[in-house]
């Protein structure tokens, strides 16, 4: 089972840096160019790996299932009525709507009263992978996700943080008999080209 993981398209929170969390916001016009872009990337990708999308879904947020719904009118797939709130965005707590870098000076250890730790939010993340994978049966598709659930969690199936990933940005994953492991990075690279580069 391959799957594809994007980052939902751009919101005006974006462009003004503030945390997002599990706020309801809608994309703006980039973001909505960027999921029509992702949808061209995600066919080219699917002819590259010899994966076929046979589904659609994303997190519970606005944002990720707009995106998910442009991302659908192109590959054509309809979006399923099932959404995976695990795959959500990180809670930022009282930290939601501040300015990023106000946000990180009132608290430099990140720990934003009402909000989740990371490692939660990898717990869940994780756990939500699984629940795809259960729900799909086995067939390739694509989810639309967040930022810091994307992070999280090709840091953690290839032991390095990947950083600030862009709107619109895709990973595949792919589950086999161990578990999960990324094949193409956020990065566009495939894994084994990432290693080779190093």
Known sequence: MK????????????????????????LNETGRSQAVDAAERLL????????QWRWLSSSTS???????????????????DLQFEDLRE?????AEGMLIEEART??????????????AVLERALR?????????????????THGTTLRLVVGHL???????????AIAVLDRGPGGWRTIVHPSGTTVSEQVQGR
Do not use: K
Request: overall charge negative; cysteine-free; aromatic content about 6%.
């Open 128 to 144: 939500g992978l699984d629940a795809v994978a259960a729900a799909h049966d086995g067939l390739d598709g694509v989810l639309v």
């Open 3 to 26: 799957l594809a993981l994007v980052r939902h398209g751009q919101t005006d929170w974006n462009i003004q840096r503030r945390y997002q969390g599990w706020e309801g916001l809608d």
């Open 44 to 51: 080219g990708i699917g002819a590259d790996l010899g994966a």
């Open 158 to 168: 290839t032991g390095e943080d990947p950083g600030s990933l862009p709107n619109g």
């Open 106 to 119: 009132r608290w430099p250890a990140r720990d934003y009263p009402g909000g989740e730790t990371t490692e």
């Open 90 to 94: 990180r809670g930022f707590g009282i």
């Open 62 to 80: 606005p944002r990720a299932m707009q995106t998910a719904q442009i991302i659908g009118d192109r590959l054509p797939l309809v979006p399923g």
